[in-house]
């Protein structure tokens, strides 16, 4: 047999994805892996994934260290295994009379294990053939070794280079794995109080000339000028935040971003809300927010402001002919923007139906890559916390999301139907419509947001339903 080896690449994971971070390393060197096996996990401003082996063989080297952000298609890792030749012969175990177990008592430090099975209940019978087979052997190992957690390499190295024992570790990975943050913070948080270094005397400033300013630093372990003497607390970015942060920035650098508000009466929504919840509840479904209406009327809006379901592309516009409408979901990881493929095909009922699916799933890790990207307009509802308004950022490559907040009840001026006016107790909700400058003007972004408040103040037919 000859041996050949197979680079483990970080894969394409939507179009707006281009990088990841490695938080955990599944597998060590030396390992055995089978084809699709995990081999670690990574981390992008959208999701958590695990990447898979992309054949079975020996995990021969690790090239990325966990923390470490990589760029896609850059090799991960390296596996080596052996081409098919002549088989291998099956070689007997030796027959060997069964062994009496061990007495000796477990060494100072270590855990026994009264509940392990001897030795000889794992041995094969006397003059029974059988083939190794290493991925049972190295969970027999790992079922066996409770002398020290389970942890990856890089956090092992972590443990040595500060002192610190792996059992005094609270491991958050799979299985208690202890992974590098977790070495991370249990050094910061164990660290000795430090007196502040003395500052240097303040330079003598001359009447005539300005002080030297000191612009505040961001780096690692660096504490803005002037704040030397204010006691603080350092807690370490999660690598999907320093993402987040990253295409937030990235988004601000490339749109220009404006906005246009507008408040809308839902005191007919909330009578149309009424009666689908009423018909769902007989139905035994769940039951309805105000967004999946919201979401509705956004998409048949759109259908006229076609400027508004679109990307920028160089000097060209690419309108898009069908609506996939991303929503905004608060996870406890994070923000995450699922997307409904052709919502402006959907009932407002279906919407809500899908919205429920993929936000439960989301904020149970269970969500795809695939399932947030691809999409073409935002909504994002900051009611859901009970905030009235919101400006918000551009989800790149889109060019405009729309923010809804709070529904409140407050006093309203209202026209009567003999063209009179009165003042009510109205549920009033503030929409803010942010869109790229670069692609539309105020004036347009203004109508559309005015359809979007039409169509929810009088929701005239069942279409919208």
């Given at each position: 047999?000859?041996?050949?080896?197979?680079?483990?690449?970080?894969?394409?994971?939507?179009?707006?994805?281009?990088?990841?971070?490695?938080?955990?390393?599944?597998?060590?060197?030396?390992?055995?892996?089978?084809?699709?096996?995990?081999?670690?996990?990574?981390?992008?401003?959208?999701?958590?994934?695990?990447?898979?082996?992309?054949?079975?063989?020996?995990?021969?080297?690790?090239?990325?260290?966990?923390?470490?952000?990589?760029?896609?298609?850059?090799?991960?890792?390296?596996?080596?295994?052996?081409?098919?030749?002549?088989?291998?012969?099956?070689?007997?175990?030796?027959?060997?009379?069964?062994?009496?177990?061990?007495?000796?008592?477990?060494?100072?430090?270590?855990?026994?294990?009264?509940?392990?099975?001897?030795?000889?209940?794992?041995?094969?019978?006397?003059?029974?053939?059988?083939?190794?087979?290493?991925?049972?052997?190295?969970?027999?190992?790992?079922?066996?070794?409770?002398?020290?957690?389970?942890?990856?390499?890089?956090?092992?190295?972590?443990?040595?280079?500060?002192?610190?024992?792996?059992?005094?570790?609270?491991?958050?990975?799979?299985?208690?794995?202890?992974?590098?943050?977790?070495?991370?913070?249990?050094?910061?948080?164990?660290?000795?109080?430090?007196?502040?270094?003395?500052?240097?005397?303040?330079?003598?400033?001359?009447?005539?000339?300005?002080?030297?300013?000191?612009?505040?630093?961001?780096?690692?372990?660096?504490?803005?000028?002037?704040?030397?003497?204010?006691?603080?607390?350092?807690?370490?970015?999660?690598?999907?935040?320093?993402a987040i942060a990253e295409h937030m920035l990235r988004s601000r650098a490339t749109s220009a971003h404006a906005?246009?508000?507008?408040?809308?009466?839902l005191g007919r929504l909330s009578a149309i809300r009424d009666e689908l919840n009423e018909a769902r509840r007989?139905?035994?479904?769940?039951?309805?927010?105000?967004?999946?209406?919201?979401?509705?009327?956004?998409?048949?809006?759109?259908?006229?402001?076609?400027?508004?379901?679109?990307?920028?592309?160089?000097?060209?516009?690419?309108?898009?002919?069908?609506?996939?409408?991303?929503?905004?979901?608060?996870?406890?990881?994070?923000?995450?923007?699922?997307?409904?493929?052709?919502?402006?095909?959907?009932?407002?009922?279906?919407?809500?139906?899908?919205?429920?699916?993929?936000?439960?799933?989301?904020?149970?890790?269970?969500?795809?890559?695939?399932?947030?990207?691809?999409?073409?307009?935002?909504?994002?509802?900051?009611?859901?916390?009970?905030?009235?308004?919101?400006?918000?950022?551009?989800?790149?490559?889109?060019?405009?999301?729309?923010?809804?907040?709070?529904?409140?009840?407050?006093?309203?001026?209202?026209?009567?139907?003999?063209?009179?006016?009165?003042?009510?107790?109205?549920?009033?909700?503030?929409?803010?419509?942010?869109?790229?400058?670069?692609?539309?003007?105020?004036?347009?972004?203004?109508?559309?947001?005015?359809?979007?408040?039409?169509?929810?103040?009088?929701?005239?037919?069942?279409?919208?339903?």
């Amino acid at each position: 047999m000859s041996e050949t080896t197979v680079d483990v690449v970080l894969p394409t994971m939507g179009s707006s994805v281009t990088e990841a971070t490695v938080t955990t390393w599944l597998k060590s060197v030396g390992d055995t892996v089978t084809d699709g096996e995990p081999l670690c996990e990574v981390s992008t401003d959208k999701v958590d994934t695990e990447i898979p082996a992309p054949a079975g063989g020996v995990l021969s080297e690790i090239l990325v260290a966990e923390g470490d952000t990589v760029q896609l298609g850059q090799p991960l890792a390296r596996l080596s295994h052996e081409q098919p030749g002549s088989p291998a012969p099956i070689r007997p175990v030796a027959a060997t009379g069964p062994r009496t177990p061990s007495t000796t008592q477990p060494s100072q430090g270590l855990r026994a294990q009264p509940s392990a099975p001897p030795v000889s209940a794992v041995l094969p019978a006397p003059g029974i053939v059988v083939r190794f087979d290493p991925e049972a052997s190295a969970d027999e190992v790992l079922r066996r070794a409770t002398r020290s957690p389970i942890a990856s390499p890089a956090a092992r190295q972590l443990t040595a280079a500060h002192d610190v024992t792996l059992d005094d570790v609270t491991g958050t990975g799979r299985q208690g794995r202890v992974r590098v943050d977790d070495v991370r913070l249990h050094v910061e948080a164990h660290l000795p109080a430090q007196a502040p270094a003395p500052q240097a005397p303040a330079p003598q400033v001359s009447p005539s000339t300005s002080p030297p300013v000191s612009p505040a630093t961001s780096g690692e372990g660096q504490v803005p000028s002037g704040y030397s003497t204010v006691p603080y607390t350092a807690v370490r970015l999660s690598p999907r935040r320093r993402a987040i942060a990253e295409h937030m920035l990235r988004s601000r650098a490339t749109s220009a971003h404006a906005s246009v508000e507008a408040e809308i009466d839902l005191g007919r929504l909330s009578a149309i809300r009424d009666e689908l919840n009423e018909a769902r509840r007989i139905r035994q479904r769940k039951t309805m927010s105000f967004l999946p209406l919201i979401a509705r009327a956004t998409v048949v809006a759109l259908r006229t402001h076609r400027e508004l379901n679109a990307s920028v592309a160089g000097n060209q516009l690419l309108q898009w002919t069908s609506v996939n409408l991303g929503f905004a979901v608060d996870t406890p990881e994070g923000l995450l923007v699922p997307v409904v493929r052709e919502a402006d095909e959907l009932t407002a009922e279906s919407i809500a139906d899908r919205i429920a699916d993929a936000s439960g799933r989301a904020r149970e890790r269970r969500i795809t890559a695939d399932e947030l990207t691809g999409g073409t307009f935002t909504i994002s509802n900051l009611g859901s916390v009970r905030s009235v308004s919101g400006i918000p950022v551009i989800n790149q490559p889109q060019v405009a999301i729309l923010v809804t907040g709070a529904v409140v009840r407050r006093p309203w001026v209202q026209t009567l139907a003999d063209g009179t006016e009165s003042i009510g107790i109205r549920p009033i909700m503030r929409a803010n419509l942010t869109f790229d400058h670069r692609v539309i003007d105020g004036a347009e972004a203004g109508r559309c947001l005015n359809l979007i408040r039409e169509h929810l103040e009088s929701w005239p037919t069942d279409a919208y339903q």
